[in-house]
């Protein structure tokens, strides 16, 4: 065995000797090929130094799972200028190691390497120890990066120095690189702008968010002012706070969000350094909204825990849609947009990298002189300072003005999150109008707020139990109780409505619309004899007018600029009645326009009228009416007045109502219970069979009539030219004319009573009585009495009683009587009938006649205790009582007839006596009894008949005597 070693030391130091022979000769070798090394057109010489040319070297035996460490790699690098010290040339076409191709040419101090994965063209110097290379370009082609300048490599020192230049894609700068056996620095600038910095993502790997805002979030040309930092070589990673950068980046688009817009800007500085990430923004616009001063910088970039994007706005521009849009990306739902005015805004957004750590929102907006809008609720401010803290909006002492509906200051509390808020305001001016009529002033009033911003925006006004609702250009306050507004509320007290709700909608200043039920009404109106007291009505408001209108239009009511209210009522009766507690002294200045209405002025005076316009006012009440369905007491040319245009007043509680043709007036002073009625060519119908309630207080009446009839029970009818009847508590008093009649009728208040009635004429009592009895002459009354007791005289001169019942039944028993009493008297008898014509069956005449009488006015009880008449045919003397409640009739009359006859006779002496008896007449006596529609008669006809001869015959035999006794006289 040590032979054979012997032998091996031997061979191989004897080969060696050969190899150093053959190098200094020099050495060509075709091909060979040892295992996995293969040589082919190989040339090796030293001549001072070693040349070495090869057309192909190839070297297989390097794993393929094998790899080389970057140390490895530092180390053999370091090994290169070692090994270049012993050669003068290396000239390799070819150098094939595993799968990579190599071509090396060092010439001297030239040197080019070129691979498949990089190209190296430099000049190589030794000085020292020390190999120092000016770098043509060295080329990284998967990276497309060029390198040229200056290197250093220090092999006792292990350390590389690179200074010079990179060029990489659309991008070249400066590069720096210190590198030791533990430490790599490295400097990066860029000479020409970039597109992005994500080049640096490969180098530096960060949190995703970090990584947005570093390479995604920015678009612009960048400019690369520096890039330093430290990569620990052990560790293999870069030493974050060894790393500062700044770049600028020209008309640059920055993204805060995905969901919004970029926000622009002429220049962005963005600078890192402590592992914080800076971009300073130069009059940044988004939208059309300038965001001057704002910034945004990420802590802690590196650091997953604890890194945070602070997004920090600051603008002058208005709280419009560009600033919302910001917020609403963040899930930030600001229910407030600014229209126009100033603003000094400033919001911050913490925003973790985290998502279970809480977005933190700090923002505050100084606003002056703005309208702004609340969800849809529009108003102006004065000043308002609002600070939005997370979710959490704070609106503090900010003085605010809706249209010219409502001002005041406003705290209000907005939860962003449940789009809900709570706050006060302090009403400084809230007069909603209409006419200059106040519907709702709330001036002065602390009101809080409960508000929904959700779908629309709500307002709860709890202490007044009313809502607000602002939907587009809609605002609507609806109101609950408007009890709670009573106090606040002109219109309201005018009309006294103190209970029910209220619903206003205002889409403009001239076009608001109202609905309301209110209960409680003390108007004097009524609905089918029922008083209204509640209604639910709608209405609307504009700029020259407003109208409210009940649900069936039963009731508009109109309101115009100096002009007073017009209500219009529709089948609604108007109530003037004290008693109803209806008529006031104190009414609003209204106009009443009426359809299908009633007046009442009381129970008995109810005016129904097809139309009626009535004006109110605080000092008198005045309307005209067509009046139809009349009740009032009053006929003309025989027909009841039922319909009939009227106009009238109410004043100082006195109401006055006349015809349009003035031929009717009617006062009526409620305080005094006092009706005053005028007529002129109308008649007064009266009715004895119709019972008059008495009052508590008795009605006075105060009549006075020209060419006016009086009709009573319609059938009896007293003829007048003209009249003037009292009727009071206290005294009656009627005095009546026609033509030549007059009629006076007194009561005083001790009950004294007088009658006189002269010259009543035929046409006078047949119209009264309703019957034809009475043709020419005249009738004259004169009676007193007291206590509703009448005595007095009846006077009849030349008149003719044509139809009466009893005295026909009576007359016809008359005409028969001459034949009764002498059958020899019944000619001369029946000639004087037909010649003097006062008596027949159709009549009797009284030339004059008296009757005495009393009447009871209470009992209706008429005693004719005497009545005396002298007719051509006939003379009565009697007496006769009539009671008219019961038509009972008591009479017993004596007869004077045959006075033609006894006229003859009468003027002859001796004869006279013979035929008529010493009183010289023929008569009888009558019976009247029974009732006034079926009288019954009891006569001494028949008994005067029969004892007529006999009494013939003895004033015959004791006629001598008489004759006697005459010549004596």
Do not use: C
């Amino acid at each position: 065995m040590l032979k054979v070693i012997k032998l091996l030391i031997i061979t191989l130091l004897l080969f060696f000797l050969f190899s150093i022979f053959l190098i200094f000769s020099g050495i060509k070798i075709d091909s060979f090929s040892l295992g996995n090394f293969s040589i082919s057109k190989l040339y090796l010489k030293y001549d001072k130094k070693l040349i070495l040319e090869a057309e192909e070297l190839v070297f297989d035996y390097i794993s393929s799972k094998e790899e080389v460490s970057s140390e490895d790699l530092k180390k053999r690098f370091l090994q290169v200028p070692k090994i270049l010290d012993y050669f003068e040339k290396i000239d390799i076409e070819r150098l094939k190691v595993k799968n990579n191709e190599i071509t090396i040419l060092i010439d001297n101090e030239e040197i080019y390497v070129d691979t498949k994965d990089i190209n190296v063209s430099a000049n190589l110097k030794f000085i020292d120890e020390e190999l120092q290379m000016q770098i043509y370009s060295i080329y990284a082609k998967d990276l497309n990066l060029t390198l040229y300048g200056e290197s250093t490599i220090n092999a006792s020192k292990g350390t590389i120095k690179f200074f010079g230049y990179f060029n990489k894609d659309d991008m070249d700068g400066e590069l720096n690189l210190n590198l030791t056996e533990e430490l790599l620095d490295f400097y990066v600038n860029t000479t020409h702008s970039i597109k992005s910095l994500k080049f640096l993502k490969k180098m530096f790997r960060l949190d995703e968010v970090a990584e947005a805002w570093m390479y995604d979030n920015v678009e612009g040309n960048i400019d690369l002012n520096y890039l330093y930092g430290q990569i620990d070589l052990k560790k293999q990673e870069a030493i974050l706070d060894s790393i500062k950068g700044q770049a600028v980046i020209k008309n640059a688009k920055i993204r805060f969000h995905p969901d919004a817009k970029t926000v622009n800007t002429p220049t962005l500085k963005i600078d890192y350094k402590n592992d914080t990430l800076f971009f300073d923004l130069e009059k940044p616009m988004y939208g059309n909204s300038e965001l001057y001063g704002s910034r945004v910088s990420i802590p802690h970039l590196t650091s997953m825990e604890k890194g945070t994007v602070i997004v920090d706005l600051k603008t002058k521009s208005i709280l419009n849609d560009d600033i919302l849009e910001i917020l609403k990306a963040y899930e930030i739902k600001l229910p407030l947009k600014q229209i126009d005015g100033k603003t000094d805004s400033s919001l911050v957004l913490n925003i973790p990298y985290l998502a279970s750590k809480k977005m933190r929102v700090d923002g505050k907006f100084i606003v002056n002189n703005a309208n702004l809008k609340l969800n849809d609720f529009e108003f102006f401010t004065k000043s308002a300072n609002v600070v939005l803290k997370d979710n959490m909006v704070h609106i503090k002492d900010s003085l605010v003005k809706h249209k010219e509906l409502i001002e005041g200051n406003l705290n209000l509390d907005i939860d962003t999150n449940t789009l809900t808020a709570k706050g006060s305001v302090d009403v400084i001016d809230f007069n909603l109008k209409a006419e200059d009529k106040s519907i709702l002033n709330l001036n002065k009033q602390h009101i809080p707020l409960e508000i929904s911003f959700k779908e629309e925006t709500k307002i709860d006004l709890k202490s007044l139990k009313s809502k607000i609702l602002i939907k587009d250009e809609l605002f609507s306050l609806s109101v609950d109780e408007l009890a709670l507004l009573y106090e606040n509320s002109d219109l309201l007290k005018e009309i006294n409505i103190k209970k029910g709700n209220l619903e206003v909608n205002i889409k403009g200043e001239n076009d608001i619309t109202f609905k309301t039920n209110v209960e409680g009404l003390d108007f004097p109106f009524e609905k089918n004899a029922e008083k209204i007291t509640k209604l639910e009505a709608v209405g609307v408001i504009t700029d020259k007018f407003t109208e409210i209108k009940t649900n069936d239009s039963d009731i508009d009511i109109i309101l115009k600029k100096d002009e007073p209210a017009l209500i219009k009522l529709s089948n609604i009766d108007i109530v003037l009645d004290e008693k109803e507690g209806t008529l006031k002294d104190d009414y609003p200045e209204i106009k009443l326009d009426l359809k299908n209405s009633k007046i009442k002025i009381d129970k008995d005076n109810i005016y129904k009228a097809t139309w009626a316009k009535v004006d109110i006012n605080k000092e008198r009440i005045f309307f005209k009416a067509k009046a139809i369905d009349l009740s009032l007491p009053f006929s003309k040319e025989g027909q009841k007045v039922e319909e009939l245009e009227l106009e009238g007043t109410y004043k100082d509680k006195v109401v006055n109502i006349k015809s349009t043709d003035n031929n009717l007036k009617l006062d009526y002073d409620i305080n005094k219970n006092k009706i005053s009625v005028n007529l002129k060519d109308y008649d007064l119908v009266y009715d004895t069979n119709e019972v008059i309630k008495e009052k508590d207080t008795p009605l006075s009446y105060y009549i006075e009539g020209m060419n006016s009839d009086i009709i009573v029970n319609k059938d009896y009818v007293i003829k007048a030219t003209s009249y003037n009847f009292i009727f009071a508590e206290s005294k009656t008093d009627v005095k009546l004319k026609y033509k030549n009649t007059s009629f006076i009728y007194n009561q005083d208040f001790n009950g004294n009573l007088k009658l006189e009635a002269k010259n009543m004429n035929d046409k006078f009592l047949n119209s009264l009585l309703n019957k034809d009895l009475i043709s020419g002459g005249t009738v004259n009354i004169s009676a007193h009495g007291k206590n509703n007791v009448v005595n007095g005289t009846a006077y009849i001169k030349d008149s003719k009683i044509k139809d009466l019942a009893i005295l026909n039944n009576l007359l016809i028993l008359i005409n028969t009587s001459p034949a009764l009493i002498n059958p020899l008297l019944a000619i001369p008898s029946v000639v004087g009938m037909a010649t003097n014509g006062g008596f027949n069956v159709n009549g009797y005449r009284v030339i004059e006649g008296t009757v005495d009488f009393t009447y009871d006015f209470t009992s209706k009880a008429l005693n004719m205790f005497k009545i005396f008449t002298k007719g051509n045919g006939v003379d009565f003397d009697g007496y006769a009582n009539i009671n008219f409640a019961s038509s009972n009739i008591d009479s017993k009359l004596k007869l004077i007839f045959l006075k033609d006859y006894s006229r003859i006779v009468g003027g002859i002496p001796v004869i006279n006596y013979i035929f008529l008896g010493d009183e010289k007449r023929v008569d009888t006596e009558v019976e009247i009894y029974g009732t006034l529609e079926d009288p019954k008669y009891k006569t001494n006809l028949t008994k005067d008949g029969v004892s007529a001869p006999v009494n013939f015959f003895k004033r015959l035999i004791e006629t001598p005597k008489k004759i006697y006794d005459s010549i004596s006289e």
